[in-house]
């Protein structure tokens, strides 16, 4: 027998001792009113920040009670809807949102240009960082490729321990600009090792948003579509701020707390959020539409479609757990208004070569109009007889998050907002590229 199989026995061996003797008893949680991670005994969603960057309403109160209501997410107290409305047309809509959560005010134009100068010359990694860093043991886990980048930076950053607040500032003005660089070289670097394929490391564009830098640096041609990049521009502005107390946050602030450095600090939050119950969530989501493409014949068939939803209910299909992965959110009670947004940004984006190939659609209703098969309706119906837990954000396939620009308390006795972090890009950048390459 090979060590690794023997270990591997042993190791297995000792999972019956160790929960024996480690699990605390389920009593002692109400006795002592903790809390599971960052949830109630119900499994509610808990409070457990504050912040000013950003504000998430899903209840409202009349009479002393609360009400549920439709979700409303508010930027530096500006609705996302507003600020999707305001900025859908710009080519730097994500950068001028990463200005309003990073400083707090609308910037003007002359502030917007300075900021997307500055990110565009920060594009830029270290002399040999793609070639001694990411391509050495590139991995599939896309998400810890990025961390173990970001821990490295800090070797490359003479001032790298300082925690005031202009050399964070600093620190995440180039974090921004250079994480889909750490993604996208990451992804490129285990697809040519591991898959054999050929190895594409395009160099960003100062003159391009982050939106188009991203498909540039993806695609082997370099070419994308305006409505690709309009698609992806808006992703990314509805992913950049989401309350003070989601779990990735929460170990900002942790971390923080201790005076850790800006990279130490984003590499402990990237490791929460790339967690199946946070970010990684929507892996999840990629994973079980792909399963859904290859069990369901004819997706336009309400009654197959729902049969085998049933079964993913009922735990006999897919991965077993009983799951539909997409629907619900720990905080919003009715509605997730990001959902909303993208589903209607979205629908010039499913006319394109790219979005008829990673949509589920129906056959032609009238003439050329195709709409995009909503398995959350028949989920509905169907859940209403099972009781289920949910885990994603959003029931469209190919969405994908970007934690960004994150304010944090250093220490416990700073005042809320005092430090500036990352609430980083999800594990799914490794599914983005694989869905949108050409």
Known sequence: MAFEDQFFDYAKSRVDTLVKNDTVPETFFEQYHVYRGLRDLNGKGVLTGLTNISEITSFDLVDGKRIPRDGRLAYRGYDIKDLVKKYSRSRFAFEQLAYLLLFGDLPDKQEAGEFIEQLGEARVLPTNFVRDVIMKAPTKDIMNSMTRSILTLASYDPYAQKTDLGNVIRQCI????????????????????????????????????????????????????????????????????????????????????????????????????????????????????????????????????????????????????????????????????????????????????????????????????????????????????????????????????????????????????????WRNWSETARLFVRLTKV
Request: aromatic share 10%; hydrophobic share 35%; net charge positive.
């Open 174 to 421: 180039s974090l921004t600009a250079i994480f889909p660089m750490l993604a996208i070289y990451g992804y490129h670097a285990y697809n040519h090792y591991e898959n054999l394929e050929s190895m594409y490391i395009h160099r960003p564009d100062p003159k391009k948003s982050t939106a188009e830098n991203i498909l540039m640096m993806l695609r082997p041609d370099k070419q994308y579509d305006e409505i690709e990049a309009q698609v992806l521009d808006c992703a990314l502005m509805l992913h950049m701020e989401h309350g003070g107390g989601n779990n990735s946050t929460f170990t900002t602030r942790v971390v923080t707390s201790s005076g850790s450095d800006t990279y130490a600090t984003m590499a402990a939050a990237m490791s929460s959020l790339k967690g199946p119950r946070h970010g990684g969530a929507n892996i999840k989501v990629v994973e079980m539409m792909q399963n859904i493409r290859e069990n369901v014949k004819d997706p336009a068939d309400e009654e197959e479609l729902s049969y085998y939803l049933s079964k993913i209910l009922s735990g006999d299909a897919f991965d077993h757990k009983g799951l539909i992965y997409g629907m619900g959110h720990a905080i919003y009670a009715v509605s997730d208004p990001r959902e909303r947004i993208f589903r209607n940004s979205s629908r010039n984006f499913r006319r394109t070569r790219e979005g008829r190939k990673n949509y589920i659609c129906t056959r032609r209703l009238k003439g050329w109009h195709r709409r995009s098969l909503q398995p959350e309706d028949i989920f509905i119906r169907e859940s209403a007889r099972t009781s289920i837990s949910t885990a994603a954000l959003f029931m469209i396939c190919w969405i994908y998050p970007w934690n960004s620009l994150r304010r944090c308390s250093p220490l416990p006795e700073s005042r809320d907002g005092a430090h500036t972090g």
